[in-house]
């Protein structure tokens, strides 16, 4: 079947209900979930969270981001539950835990902690800070923002380009939540619809951002663009817990380098026709695709696996040809 015919995709819901449905195993899709997962998996129920029997049993040192005494979490499976022990760990409400980095406190969205964590990183917590409201003037299609998402219904704001109309702003930096646009609440929202209605504000008029920003250490005031850090470095190690969304974690070797490069390929792509970066998207779909033997039969297992993303045909060509670069050497 020629690409593009016959597909079926439908158009995903502005807002989807926390409660109704699981969240994603990470940033992005490790086993794509509905809120806040950047895939898919339509309205079915998932899998009840695995007995306490399965789940590993490996320990996690955490420290908040803005400072704390350091924290030990252990025994969760999904990005929901590791906010959950952690914020256990230091007596706060769930919901206060906006994202995680990987060996630094610093806002840098290279060590966002995603659907995999190595065995031996250490894990930071950035809770909600300053909350902030300000008024955009659409004078550009494009603002200059890529959007991610945490895992459990919080967009915020992956990369700011350079010179962009968002650039300007020195209100509005890396690592800040995007509450609502123009009173409208995105809590709950997945990456792809922030991105989205962004997209579709009309040029010429102005609008207005509810942001809430990571609370910040004293080192880190000054801090706007979320560039690489200076924290401490302690994930050596070649294995990595991989949470999903459903089933129990699993301890997997790092992707190989054929992966990594094909990962990077995708997510850059991902970025330029959709306006978000996700690393696990990404790493799912290398996975879907890495021995599909031409574009159709990758285009039908993105519809089945991630058809809520509704990605465009010559989206799924390109994704189709950064694999096959990653194959052969062509970086």
Same mark, same amino acid.
């Given at each position: ?95 206060? %835990? ?9 806002? #840098? /969205?290279?060590?966002?902690?995603? +659907? !995999?964590?190595? $065995? ?44 962009? %109309? ?9 690592? #800040? /939540?995007?509450?609502?646009?123009? +009173? !409208?609440?995105? $809590? ?50 070649r294995g990595t817990l991989r949470l999903r969304s459903r089933g129990p974690a699993t301890v997997e070797d ?78």
């Amino acid at each position: 079947m020629p690409l593009g015919l016959g597909r079926r995709k439908k158009a995903p819901p502005l807002v989807e209900n926390e409660e109704a449905e699981p969240s994603r195993g990470g940033l992005g899709v490790g086993e794509p979930g509905p809120l806040g997962g950047g895939g898919a998996g339509g309205p079915q129920m998932g899998l009840p969270p695995p007995p306490p029997a399965l789940r590993p049993r490996l320990v996690f040192h955490t420290q908040l981001a803005h400072g704390s005494p350091t924290g030990r979490i252990e025994g969760f499976t999904n990005v929901k539950e590791l906010y959950g022990k952690i914020a256990e760990a230091f007596r706060l409400p769930a919901a206060e %835990v906006m994202f995680c980095t990987l060996n630094t406190h610093k806002v #840098d /969205m290279d060590k966002l902690l995603g +659907g !995999q964590i190595g $065995l031996e990183d250490f894990i930071f917590a950035h809770v909600k800070g300053q909350r902030k409201e300000v008024e955009v003037f659409k004078s550009e299609d494009a603002l200059g923002l890529t959007i991610t998402d945490n895992g459990a219904g919080y967009a915020f704001i992956k990369r700011i380009k350079e010179g962009s %109309v968002i650039d300007h702003m020195q209100l509005i930096s890396v690592g #800040d /939540m995007i509450e609502a646009i123009n +009173g !409208q609440s995105l $809590l709950g929202c997945r990456h792809y619809e922030v991105a989205r209605l962004l997209k579709e504000l009309p040029r010429g008029r102005t609008f207005t951002l509810k942001l809430t920003e990571p609370r910040k250490a004293f080192d880190m005031i000054s801090q706007r663009s979320g560039r690489p850090g200076s924290g401490p470095q302690l994930g050596t190690g070649r294995g990595t817990l991989r949470l999903r969304s459903r089933g129990p974690a699993t301890v997997e070797d790092l992707p190989s380098a054929f992966e990594e490069k094909a990962i990077e390929k995708v997510d850059d792509l991902l970025e330029s026709y959709m306006g978000i970066r996700d690393t696990e998207l990404a790493a799912t779909m290398v996975e879907l695709g890495k021995d599909k033997r031409n574009p159709d039969e990758l285009a039908e297992a993105l519809d089945e696996r991630l058809g809520d993303f509704a990605f465009p045909d010559e989206f799924v060509f390109d994704v189709w040809g950064a694999i096959g670069d990653a194959k052969v050497g062509r970086y």
